[in-house]
C-alpha cells in the first residue's frame, strides 16, 4: 500500500485548499482512512476518518464545520476540503490507511493506522 498526499500550499487566513491522497496497492473498500497533522514542536494529530466503503466521518472537534472529507472511487483518492482555514491550522497534513474499519475511539488514534503517506504542507497566514 502506497500513500501521496498533494494539494498543499499557502493561503491567508480564511481560504481554502483542497488535499487529496492517492492511493495504490489495494482495493480499498476494507480499509480505515485518516487524515492527521503535526505543527511544528507539537505530536502528530487526528484530524478526520472515514471507512473507505462508506459510512460517517469523525472530525477533530476545531475543524468541525470547515472541514469535509470525501473519496473519489474513480481516482482512488481520498480528499480533505479545508474551509475558512486558520492560522492555528498550520502543519504537514498526512493521509493514513488501516486495513479494516475502526471505531471512532481508535479512528482518531494515530498507532491504529498502518500506511501513512508523505505529508504535504499547508501554511496559514493571519
Known amino acids: 500500500v502506497q500513500l501521496q498526499a498533494s494539494g498543499g500550499g499557502s493561503v491567508q487566513a480564511g481560504g481554502s485548499l483542497r488535499l487529496s491522497c492517492a492511493a495504490s496497492g489495494g482495493p480499498f473498500g476494507s480499509y480505515h482512512m485518516g487524515w492527521f497533522r503535526q505543527a511544528p514542536g507539537k505530536e502528530r494529530e487526528f484530524v478526520a476518518a472515514r471507512a473507505w466503503s462508506g459510512g460517517s466521518t469523525s472530525y477533530k472537534n476545531s475543524v468541525k464545520g470547515r472541514f469535509s472529507m470525501s473519496r473519489d472511487n474513480a481516482k482512488n483518492t481520498v480528499n480533505l476540503q479545508m474551509n475558512s482555514l486558520k492560522p492555528e491550522d498550520t502543519a504537514v497534513y498526512y493521509c493514513?490507511?488501516?486495513?479494516?474499519?475502526?471505531?471512532?475511539?481508535?479512528?482518531?488514534?494515530?498507532?491504529?493506522?498502518?500506511?501513512w503517506g508523505q505529508g504535504t504542507q499547508v501554511t496559514v497566514s493571519s
Open positions: 493514513a490507511a488501516h486495513f479494516g474499519r475502526l471505531i471512532t475511539s481508535q479512528a482518531i488514534d494515530v498507532a491504529s493506522y498502518d500506511y
